[in-house]
Each structure stands twice: as structure tokens, then as C-alpha cells.
């Protein structure tokens, strides 16, 4: 579906859920959603692809932080998906404030949302599947990104509508504390109990057992079942956020109120994290904990620096991903941007150091990505759900 730009939406947000509410968007929100999209258009493959290559240790170690670990730790690329989830729940809190306000019934935005989570699961399953063969089940991957942005968000609105702020993060509490018992207590066959391993914890054994379909990982899958119980913690800590972003405090306080429970929860993440250790295969309570902490601090910073001190222009080329990713993350999965950029610009880079032309060509394809969203963009075309 096609919308203007005062209806505005993306992909990993949640998108406005009544049609006929426009509430306030906040530039900052939309800047920050543009740079977490940028390290998947591009951005992060030509700092990743020069590792090794140039002698510098910190260009290394820049690239280092845009790979996975393979199980346990945390590196910045981490941060990226968890970015998402807590921004859709910033940018909900937004749709249904207006919402409320305007006296739309709650059953009409649980439709909404409902409805939303339908299509964002099926294009999920599309995403990850392609070419989808619908007579062969078995071997349809059903854990997707879009599924779980579209559960996240569904079971943070039904918390918004009915629960205060505190009252949401008590309902995060019990539900890492409990993830954490699960984890910890629940006995594995032929493992035992409190094995976090790549083949004997509890997530993969939950999988193996329960979810149909083709795991990710084989033995798991981390897009699969128990980890949405944790996964959806960032929303609900998002609208949280936005909650605050929309109230009449004074922008001081709106920035303290980000930093401060920005750091206690990074900080009590890794303490936490000596005993549960910070993983996202399996979206441990720690990692919630430190990349929410994370989500709050970007969100204090883009926010203090956009819409608070008024430093507007740097922000428009992250803009012009933020407002229309679900353009840019459908079109990367379904057009080789990579091999035109090789057809364009092959002929230009071809004359630098070969180790450099990999790097070089993810560059050329960032261009083309962030132009199509600018033609997009001037033509005031944003893809909503």
C-alpha cells in the first residue's frame, strides 16, 4: 500500500494503526531508525568487507563489530535487531496515544494492530523462504523478523491499552525472570538443566520439539518460540520511552529520564550477564536488558540532538531511509543492488588495490539503495502496512 508523507510508516516500526490519526513524529525517531537501517543497506558491509585489508587496527575492530558471535558474547551488530524492536515500540506509543485520544475503541486498534502482524508474518515468511514452495511445509522456515516485529508489537499494544508505564515494566521483570528460570530450571532430555550450549539448552530442545517447519540453526532456531517471550520486552520498554517522549516534561528531564535508565539497565545487563551470559541467539534476559539500555541512550542522543538542540540537516540522509524502510528491507531481499553496482561501477574501482573492490562495490550498492528511497522520497512514495 501506498501513502503520503503525513501518513508516513516503515517497516520495523510499528505503523500508524488508525488511518484517520496522524499523531506528531519525532525527526529523531526517524533519523534513528534510517542509521540501524543504514548498517543493513550497505553500511555495515563495506566497513565489514575492509577487515584485514587495511592495517589498521581499528578499522578491524570496526569490522569485528559488524559480525555476530558465533554464540556467546555481544558485538554492535547485536544491537541492530533489538534497535528495531524497541523503536517499533516508540513509534506505537505514538499511533495509539492518538488513537486513544481521538476516542477510537480499543477493539478497533486491536484490529489494527491484528491485522498488521498478519501481513508483516506472511511477508515474513516470504523474506525468508524464497522462492516459497507452499506444497513442501516442512521445509518452510516460520521463525521470521517480520513475524516477530509484528507479535512484539501486537502484545504491546494489548499492554499499553490496559497497563500503566510501571505496570508494563513489572510485566518485563516477570517475563526475563521468568525466561530466566525456564532457562535455568527446566531439565533438557539428555542434557539436564541450565545447559546453555549450542545443542543442549532449552530453546533448541523447545524447537525441536514444538515448532514446525525448517529451524534456522538446525538443532534451533532463534526467530523460533521461547525467544519471543524476551524478544517482545524491547517493545513494550519502547513504549515506555515514547510514552515519555509525548509527556509535558521538559525536555531536561526527558533527556535525563532516557540516560539514566539507560545505563542502570546496561549496567544491571552485565551484571547480570557474569552468571546468564549476554546472547542473542537466544535473546537472554541480559541481552534485553543491555540493548534496551542501548535503545534508550541513542534515543537520548538523536532525540537531544535533533529535536532538542534543533541540528536538523545532517539527519536527512538518514531520514530518507527511516521513513520508507520497509521499501528498502523488502527491495534488498528481492534486487541485486550489489551486482548492479558491479555493472555501474566496476569500471571505476577496478583501477583500486584489488583487496578494496568488495568494499568498494557494498559502497556503490549503499548509493544506489539510498537513491532509490530519495526518488521515493521526492515523489513523496512510503510504503505502509
Not at 101 to 128: A, M, N, P, Q, T
Not at 159 to 165: A, D, E, R
Not at 183 to 192: A, D, E, K, N, Y
Not at 337 to 355: C, D, I, K, Q, V
Request: hydrophobic share 50%; proline share 4%.
Amino acid at each position: 500500500m501506498v501513502t503520503d508523507v503525513n501518513a508516513g510508516s516503515v517497516p520495523l516500526q510499528t505503523q500508524e494503526v488508525v488511518s484517520s490519526v496522524k499523531p506528531k513524529r519525532l525527526l529523531s525517531i526517524d533519523a534513528l531508525r534510517g542509521f540501524d537501517m543504514l548498517l543493513i543497506a550497505g553500511g555495515g558491509a563495506f566497513i565489514e568487507r575492509l577487515h584485514g585489508k587495511t592495517g589498521l587496527g581499528w578499522v578491524d575492530w570496526l569490522g569485528d563489530q559488524l559480525t555476530h558471535p558465533a554464540w556467546h558474547g555481544f558485538t554492535f551488530y547485536d544491537f541492530i535487531f533489538p534497535l528495531f524492536l524497541f523503536l517499533s515500540g516508540v513509534s506505537l506509543s505514538f499511533s495509539l496515544q492518538a488513537g486513544v485520544e481521538k476516542g477510537v475503541e480499543k477493539s478497533v486498534l486491536y484490529r489494527k494492530v491484528f491485522r498488521r502482524f498478519v501481513i508483516l508474518y506472511l511477508l515474513g515468511i516470504l523474506d525468508k523462504n524464497i522462492p516459497l514452495d507452499l506444497f513442501d511445509p516442512a521445509h518452510i522456515r516460520y521463525g521470521t523478523v517480520l513475524g516477530r516485529i509484528g507479535l512484539a508489537t501486537l502484545v504491546a499494544t494489548v499492554l499499553f491499552l490496559n497497563f500503566s508505564w510501571k505496570q508494563r515494566l513489572y510485566w518485563v521483570a516477570g517475563i526475563l525472570l521468568a525466561y530466566y528460570a525456564a532457562l535455568f530450571l527446566i531439565p533438557v532430555p539428555g542434557f539436564g538443566s541450565g545447559d546453555l550450549s549450542f545443542e543442549g539448552n532449552l530453546v533448541g530442545w523447545f524447537d525441536r520439539t514444538f515448532m514446525p517447519g525448517r529451524l534456522l540453526q538446525k538443532t534451533y532456531d532463534e526467530l523460533a518460540l521461547l525467544t519471543q517471550f524476551p524478544a517482545l520486552c524491547l517493545a513494550v520498554l519502547g513504549t515506555v520511552a515514547g510514552e515519555l517522549l509525548q509527556s509535558d516534561r521538559s525536555d531536561r528531564t526527558k533527556l535525563t529520564y532516557l540516560v539514566a535508565p539507560g545505563l542502570y539497565s546496561i549496567g544491571i545487563g552485565l551484571l547480570w550477564s557474569l552468571h546468564f551470559p549476554l546472547n542473542k541467539h537466544l535473546w537472554t534476559s541480559p541481552f534485553i536488558l543491555v540493548t534496551a539500555g542501548m535503545g534508550l541512550l541513542f534515543v537520548a542522543l538523536f532525540y537531544g540532538i535533533i529535536d532538542v538542540l534543533g541540528y536538523r540537516k545532517w539527519s536527512f540522509f538518514f531520514k530518507v531511509i527511516g521513513v520508507n524502510s520497509i521499501a528498502v528491507y523488502l527491495a534488498y531481499r528481492f534486487i541485486d543492488f550489489n551486482h548492479t553496482s558491479r555493472l555501474l561501477f566496476e569500471g571505476f574501482y577496478r583501477h583500486a588495490p584489488e583487496p578494496y573492490h568488495e568494499s568498494l562495490n557494498a559502497l556503490g550498492a549503499l548509493a544506489l539503495v539510498w537513491t532509490f528511497l530519495y526518488i521515493l522520497y521526492r515523489h513523496k512514495i512510503f510504503v505502509k502496512i
